[in-house]
């Protein structure tokens, strides 16, 4: 008998969780049968509104049973956690923030590359821009350049940095005719953030006093909505640009 009294009091106990879990599996079940049904023409995905279903009670059945295992306040402060990471989600996506690196360096410099050559427009701000030194970035040039008719490559410099300056002019005058007038130079004091741009995203990082640009933070940010930083960092950009001087 007090067997069978404490697995009646264990069922009691976590019921909530069986019930939850029960019910999860028998949506995803269902979800995966059904998937979408035709009413008056119109097709109604019923299989991914069960799954949405079956996840929000399996999450409930997880939640039951953690409440039930670790108490109450631990439960209620996981969730409280949660709403906030969520918030902190929502508003990322909504300004179109994809991802926040505590330095640049973190970032994969080949996606980098590849984010800028598949954009017709490739806008670069840098204080010195030592990466013109790599064979691999006068690739990526040469062939964003060679890839499309209409494709253009902007580069804003410090005018300090008179010796990366020449070596970008020597770069230019060493592609065709019709390219070197898609690939433009300028210099500006007025530079004051690292910017990698193209149509659709934008990686920033500002300059620091005790950090150098590698080891700075830094974001990347989509062109999401006219709301988004990615126009934000675009139009500061533009703003320098018009009064920087061509080289």
């Known amino acids: 008998m007090y067997g069978l009294s404490n697995i009646g009091k264990m069922m009691k106990k976590y ?3 069986v019930v939850s879990t029960v019910v999860g599996v028998l949506c995803l079940l269902f979800g995966s049968l059904i998937g979408e049904i035709s009413i008056q023409g119109l097709k109604v995905p019923i299989g991914d509104l069960l799954n949405n279903i079956a996840a929000t009670f399996i999450s409930l059945a997880i939640l039951a049973l953690l409440y039930e295992i670790l108490g109450g306040e631990p ?10 990471l969520q918030s902190i989600s929502r508003n990322a996506d909504v300004i179109g923030v994809e991802e926040i690196v505590d330095a640049r360096r973190r970032f994969d410099y080949e996606r980098i590359h590849k984010d800028l050559q598949n954009s017709k427009e490739m806008f670069i701000a840098s204080r010195t821009f030592d990466s013109i030194k790599y064979g691999d970035v006068k690739l990526l040039f040469r062939e964003h350049l060679e890839k499309n ?9 410090n005018k300090d940095s008179t010796k990366n300056i020449q070596m970008i002019i020597d770069f230019r005058g060493s592609l065709p005719e019709s390219q070197q007038q898609r690939f433009e130079i300028r210099s500006s004091d007025k530079i ?18 005790a950090f150098r640009g590698e080891e700075s933070p830094s974001i990347l940010c989509c062109n999401k909505s006219r709301n988004s930083i990615y126009h934000i960092y675009r139009e500061e950009y533009y703003a320098i640009w018009k009064v920087a001087s061509s080289l």
């Open 75 to 84: 439960i209620t402060n996981l969730i409280e956690h949660l709403i906030k």
């Open 192 to 209: 004051n953030c690292c910017i990698y741009g193209s149509d659709y995203k934008i990686y920033a990082t500002p300059y620091l006093i």
């Open 149 to 157: 008719q209409t494709n253009s490559i902007k580069i804003l410099l």
């Open 15 to 17: 019921s909530i969780p």
